[in-house]
């Protein structure tokens, strides 16, 4: 069994695609077990490269990514509009559809942590 450590997005993304052609693999068989080996892999590395807590509200779960990766509010505002940025960082605006498909897509947040409501501030 040939199988790396993921160091990087572009392990990750490998071993995405090498996973896809595991997924019909029967149980018992060493493509089952090499599976099941890349799913843990999988796992351990997503959970470290995009450490979102659980308990965060939406807002919590951007900063958490800001933090993380080292962004701005500038790396926010290039994404989803500058004065929609300082809103939504400031609860004076909800996130739209379209700011969650940007945020999930570009900075890997999970949609379901996104499209949880929070408060507004008046």
Known sequence: ?????????????????????????????????????????????EERRWPIGKDLDPVQAIEAAMEAEGRTKSDLAALI????????LRRKRPLTLGMIRKLNKAWHIPAERLVQEYELRA
Do not use: F, Q
């Open 1 to 45: 069994m040939d199988i790396r450590p993921i160091k990087n997005d572009e392990d990750h993304a490998a071993a995405l695609e090498d996973m896809k052609g595991l997924w019909s693999a029967a149980e018992g068989t060493p493509e089952y077990d090499r599976l099941a080996v890349m799913i843990a892999l999988v796992h351990d590395y």
């Open 81 to 88: 509009g500058k004065s929609r940025a300082t809103e939504i």
